[in-house]
């Protein structure tokens, strides 16, 4: 079924090569970390179209997998993929079967050892690439398989009339196209749906943290702004109120105790150093510092913002880990010329437990940085607080996924696995806070979980994918070996149901459960028997053919070509001097001592290879007679066209040859016959023409002596004697003349019109016409020429002229008319005689009237006339000559070709 390409050039492995390269580079993602790769369908196409040739275009499209993967591994499962499929997905003639098998028992297992114990690959891993590669292969083989379907339907047949699909094949593939195409489709729609719903999921559950942690975040800075505002108010209000510092405090320590991150409320001068005795600290920890300095300000104008939000100081406060958070406020208005600020101190970390407590048990990952990226606080314990946060752009790339969320995914050279690099990456989202602060917050959403899920659903649905497969090809086996069962059982009773009818065997068919099954066998039913009646009828015929053959009076041997007897009939056997079983298989030179000759004349029927007919040949056998013969020579074909045989007919013409002989004997006896037939009608008519001349010379000759004899002549009158003695002596001879023409028997063809000959012949004979009232009319109308037999032709007008003549006279009718008319039909004349003599008796038409010696006079015919007429006509003027009666008399119909001789 798989036409292999057989030319010598090297381009249909190029072309493939290339298409698998591009196909293995460019691919199509069907769901996370599985694609499908086009390299295979051509690789595939290549084996199929080239046979084990196409093998070298498969491992030309799988080297692109060594350059990407680094080991040769694949390379080696996909050439021995090749190899298998240019054996026995043509041996099967069915690709998808044979790849199928191939990975269950040859490329599965392979892959296990080489990426399980050669390259130490996890058992997950290799299950991943088991299923992705398998699916893979066996998808491309299918894909394969169906493109050639479609250009074998679409691309005529190299040869005319042969197959070009199996039904059992169609039905296999009709069947896998039902279940595969619809179920990867279903899985992938399927697999990307969990994939965007979980994808979905994570940006919500990012968002949502977002917003909390945004609004606690918000409400943290919004409450610190209020309250440092508040402390300000009551530093500035203490010059004006009666007991000043006192009320300061009191009102300060109130609003820390309200605050719940709020430790401590220093005032300090512009360099951050306490201003004179004004100190105060919250209850619990009665902290006093005596400096500020060691605030950082990341922000050099930090002295224009109203209130701003110093970093994070981490700092150690009664044996433990201490991080504070800075807010410094501005005094307005305050009795002393230098500026005076209201620093309040934050306790960060339990800002940031807050922050934790909200991301437990999430993947959500909380981080924040000030205005220099310095970390502030992070729940991602791979992110130090006090560090810089590194830009993520330098070390991977962004791709917006929503309006606020972006996907970071790292740089793909530092990864080899696809699978690991996704596992590193993020859904991120970064939220900027109030000037005064200064502060982003990054929130992170680790994919790995997201991959894990991903990779499990791609590894079940690659699994479900290769379980259809398996189910399929076994179902789509099953049901094609089941609805081609019964053509198959039909067909294998029917492969050779000619040789079995023909021995008279009684051929049994098997029982079918398909209705179209019991048609055709009952078509073959019928069709069986009828080859049984003609099978019956041909061996009657060929034993009344062999019967025939063997008993036919002529020669017929079948001979090879080197002049070995295959089979001879019985007259061959007769020739020859021997029985016919005799000259089977022996050499023709045992039985013709010239077979020389013959081989020579073989050699040139062999070489032309065209048959050699009616060869006039002389044949002298060992234990015969000689005798001459026509021999024809046919050459017998083999299925190469080339001559295996020659048939050899030979007619012994030995005694035609004689009876021909005595024909032309008798022939030209008749003809002498029928010449003095003529010479007599001829001289009975100078007889009469002859007749009144001579009169009129003995009469004037009588005068003239007379005269002499009285001595009573004049000169005038002996002058005028005299003349007329000479004119009609001219007279005789012109006569002797015309009839002398006549019977000149040349055989000369010349260039004539009909009407000037039968005008010629009708003037010899006018006087015999006129002699008995007959009338001749002759048509000159549509005469012709032609080249051909002149004297002859004159021979056959006057013989129709003086039968015609001979019938009226005896018909003795009142109407005496010979006819004479032409017409042209084409390449043929024909000239019409017909006369009023009555006609010719119907026992004699149309044929028997031409018989030699039948005649319609009686005693005076010679029955030889009509008969040299038609062998005039018929063999020496290449026409035809009919006779029949009309309602007058006799009508002859001469035709010739008006080209035969030209």
Known sequence: MYQIYKGKSLVPIIIFSALGLLGNIHSYEIFFNVNLTFGGVFAVLAVMLLGRVGVIAAFAASLYTFFIWGHPYAVIIFTCEGLFLSVYGRRWNNFVKADFIYWVFVGIPFMFIFYYFAMGLNLYMVEL????????????????????????????????????????????????????????????????????????????????????????????????????????????DRDVSPDGHDFMESSLIKLIQKNEYMTSISITDETLQEVGYVHLSNNKDNVKPQSLGFIEF???????????????????????????????????????????????????DTFEDKIRQMTKGSDVKITLVDRNRKIMMSTDNELISGKIMLDRMSLGSNSAVSEVVDLWAPDENNYTSEV???????????????????????????????????????????????????????????????????????????????????????????????????????????????????????????????????????????????????????????????????????????????????????QEVIEK??????????????????????????????????????????????DEVKASEEKERMLGAMNKQARMAELGAMLSIIIHQWKQPLNIISLASQTVRDDIQDDSWD?????????????????????????????????????????????EVQHLIDKQFIKNGIIVNIDNTDAFEIKSLKNEFKQVCLNLFNNASDAIVSNNDEERTIKVRYRVDGDEGQIIFSDTGGGISSQLLPHKIFDAYVTTKGENGSGIGLYICKNIIEDNMGGHISASNDEQGAVFVITLPLSRFS
């Not at 000037?435 to 899920?453: C, E, K, Q, T």
């Not at 259809?468 to 019964?486: A, D, H, M, W, Y």
């Not at 053509?487 to 079995?500: E, G």
């Open 298 to 348: 990341a922000d050099p104008d930090w002295r224009e913002k109203d209130p701003y939000f110093a970093g994070v100081f981490t700092g150690i406060s009664g044996g433990n880990r201490q991080a504070a958070m800075y807010i410094v406020k501005k005094l307005k208005a305050y009795s002393s010329k230098e500026p005076i600020y209201v620093i309040g101190a934050l306790n960060f």
């Open 129 to 236: 690439i088991v299923m992705r590669q398998s699916v893979n292969a066996v998808l491309a083989a299918f894909a394969a398989s169906v493109l050639y379907d479609i250009g074998s339907f679409i691309v005529p047949s190299a040869k005319n009339g042969e197959p070009k699909f199996s039904y059992r094949h169609i039905v296999f593939q009709t069947v896998l196209s039902i279940i595969i195409v619809p179920m990867v489709i279903l899985l992938a729609i399927n697999v990307n749906s969990g994939m965007k719903y979980t994808s979905e999921g994570l940006q919500r559950e990012l968002n949502n943290a977002t917003q909390a942690v945004s609004t606690v975040i918000d409400d943290f800075l919004r409450e610190n702004v209020k309250v440092i505002n508040l402390a300000e108010q009551i530093v500035r």
């Open 420 to 602: 690991a690099r996704w596992k590193k990456s993020l859904f991120t989202r970064t939220v900027y806070f109030t000037d005064n602060a200064g502060y982003s917050m990054i929130i992170d959403m680790p994919l790995g979980r997201y991959v894990d899920f991903m990779n499990s659903s791609g590894v079940r649905s690659l699994s479900v994918i290769f379980i259809i497969i398996i189910l399929s090809v076994c179902f789509g086996c099953i049901i094609s070996n089941f609805l081609t069962k019964e053509m198959r059982n039909i067909s294998a009773v029917a492969i050779d149901l000619p040789q079995r009818v023909s021995g008279g065997e009684k051929v049994e068919w098997d029982e079918t459960i398909l209705f179209e099954g019991a048609e055709i066998k009952k078509s073959f039913k019928i069709m069986s028997e009828e080859l049984s009646k003609k099978f019956r009828e041909l061996q009657t015929q060929k034993d009344e053919i062999e019967t025939l053959l063997s008993n036919i009076p002529m020669c017929i041997l079948l001979k090879d070509t080197d002049n070995n007897i295959i089979k001879a009939n019985n007259k061959a056997a007769e020739i020859f001097g021997l029985k016919a079983e005799e000259l089977t298989g022996k050499h023709l030179g045992l039985f013709l001592p010239d077979v020389g000759y013959f081989y020579e004349v073989d």
């Open 715 to 759: 000169k005038e009158t002996v002058s005028n004697d005299l003349d007329t003695i000479l004119q009609n002596t001219e007279f005789l001879s012109q006569t002797i003349s015309d009839f002398t023409g006549f019977f000149n028997k040349s055989k000369n063809t010349s260039l004539f019109n009909v009407n000037s000959v039968i005008s």
């Open 609 to 654: 290879k065209e048959p050699m007919i009616n060869v006039l040949t002389k044949y002298n056998p060992v234990n015969g007679r000689e005798f001459l013969a026509r021999t024809n020579r046919v050459p017998i074909f083999n299925d190469a066209g080339d001559v295996e045989s020659i048939l050899v007919i030979v007619n012994d013409i030995t």
